[in-house]
């Protein structure tokens, strides 16, 4: 049985652990490439990360490309955003203005963690400020357009034919303490001992920057404001847990047509183990699957913010076992 060691990343380390504690042989093959190598008598399996060798490499493809994910989807009558692939500030911005798509998404097709992910431009003004933090050289670029939906915002993941753990995400928010201005906030939550520089740890950082002034500035407040006590403040509009924001657990919560939902987009992909994101309007019913995650997160599921931990690893090492990925030749 192989010594524990840290990895770099910590939703890695859990599944590391969990195939200890199962009675698996375990190795770090890399720490700074999160790489490791689980055997079960003859039979051996690499894990980067928390990519799994159960998912098909197109799947994966797919799944790394936002624009190509909502057409196999909707494909598969699967609701999803509008969205539109703009390949220059002045395409995205005809496209807006003539469709009058405000409030409106713009994001990368491609990248993880809420980089460069703008939500709620609900003008021409806030259109053009952000166009060029999104082009960020010349030339064109792919880009994703999308309408933007309301509602709470859920990773649930999927392993197999079930789905073992959702998280409702919360966008990066500070509470108000009545002598403390936005900044100084924002500077205590990131001094959380959960609270890690990457993913090392169940939290990141909350990052003030422009879009923190952008969305701020919707509501008349600065970074110098001071909340009252108690007074909720939100200082992001995607609910990245990797942009500040928390996780709630919610497993028991949500709709079991949400689940469903979550599953039938896996299949529609071909992912077996996967992070689906949803965003769930509680009045209308409504859903959107936003994207499908072949990296997964899972120390949220482990460690939320709020509520009981569940421990996902464990069903990952239980199901490769079952499927045989992890069994005596």
């Not at 652990?17 to 700074?32: M, T």
């Not at 205590?188 to 909350?206: A, H, M, S, T």
């Amino acid at each position: 049985m192989a010594r524990k060691t840290k990895l770099r990343f910590s939703s890695t380390q859990l599944i590391f652990e969990a195939a200890l504690k199962k009675g698996l042989e375990a190795k770090i093959i890399s720490p700074r490439f999160n790489l490791i190598k689980i055997s079960f008598g003859k039979k051996s399996v690499f894990i980067k990360g928390t990519s799994f060798p159960v998912n098909p490499q197109p799947a994966c493809f797919v799944a790394n490309n936002k624009f190509l994910t909502k057409k196999v989807l909707r494909s598969h009558g699967i609701t999803v955003p509008k969205s539109w692939l703009v390949r220059t500030p002045a395409e995205a911005r005809e496209i807006v203005l003539s469709k009058n798509l405000f409030p409106c998404v713009l994001k990368p097709i491609r990248g993880a963690h809420g980089n460069r992910v703008f939500v709620n431009i609900e003008s021409a003004r806030e259109l053009n400020e952000i166009l060029p933090q999104i082009f960020t050289r010349s030339g064109k670029k792919n880009v994703l357009l999308e309408e933007y939906v309301k509602g709470k915002d859920y990773r649930l993941l999927v392993i197999g034919n079930k789905v073992s753990a959702a998280t409702e995400r919360i966008p990066a928010h500070v509470v108000g303490d009545g002598k403390s201005n936005l900044r100084q906030l924002a500077k205590k939550f990131n001094q959380n001992p959960l609270v890690g520089k990457k993913y090392e740890k169940p939290l990141c950082r909350i990052r003030l920057d422009k879009e923190t002034k952008r969305i701020l500035k919707k509501v008349g407040k600065k970074l110098s404001y001071i909340p009252k006590e108690g007074e909720t403040v939100f200082l992001r509009q995607n609910a990245n847990i990797s942009t500040g924001g928390i996780s709630k657990d919610a497993t028991n919560e949500v709709d079991n047509e949400l689940k469903k939902m979550a599953i039938r987009a896996a299949k529609a992909l071909g992912m077996v183990i996967t992070g689906v994101d949803i965003i769930y309007d509680q009045p209308s019913k409504q859903m959107h699957v936003l994207e499908l995650n072949d990296c997964p997160g899972i120390d949220i599921h482990h460690f939320p913010t709020i509520g009981k931990s569940r421990q996902v690893a464990d069903d990952i090492i239980d199901y490769l076992l079952r499927e045989k990925m992890l069994t005596c030749a």
